[in-house]
C-alpha cells in the first residue's frame, strides 16, 4: 500500500514545485515591467516549458536591456539576444506574448 502512496506524493511535490516556478516566473516578469494581465498569462508556458538555466539567461537579457535600453542600438540588443537566448528559448517566449496578447 505504502508503493502505492508514492508515485502520488511525487506528482503532489512536482506539481507544486511547477506551482512555484509559475509564481517566480510571473514575480519577475511583474517586476520587468509587464502588466499584471500579461505576466500572468505568460507565467505559465514560460514556467512549464523553459528549464531553471533558459529562465536565467532570460533574465540575464532583461535585466541587460532594462539596464540602458536607450543607450544600446539594435544591433546590440540583436546581439544580446543572440548570444544568450537558445532559439528554443526565444521561441516560447514569442509564442506565449503573442498568444496572451491575442488573447487580450
Known sequence: MKRALLPLMMLALASGCATT???QVRSALLEAGLPQPMAEC???????????GQLKSLQRV?????TAPTQM???QVMDLLKR??????????????LGCFLRG
Do not use: I, N
Not at 42 to 52: F, K
Not at 62 to 66: D, R, T
Not at 84 to 97: F, H, K, N, S, Y
Open 84 to 97: 544568450d537566448l537558445d532559439p528554443e528559448t526565444v521561441g516560447v517566449v514569442v509564442r506565449a506574448g
Open 42 to 52: 505568460m507565467a505559465e508556458p514560460l514556467g512549464r516549458d523553459l528549464s531553471v
Open 21 to 23: 516556478k509559475q509564481a
Open 73 to 75: 542600438t539594435q544591433k
Open 62 to 66: 532583461a535585466k541587460l536591456a532594462q
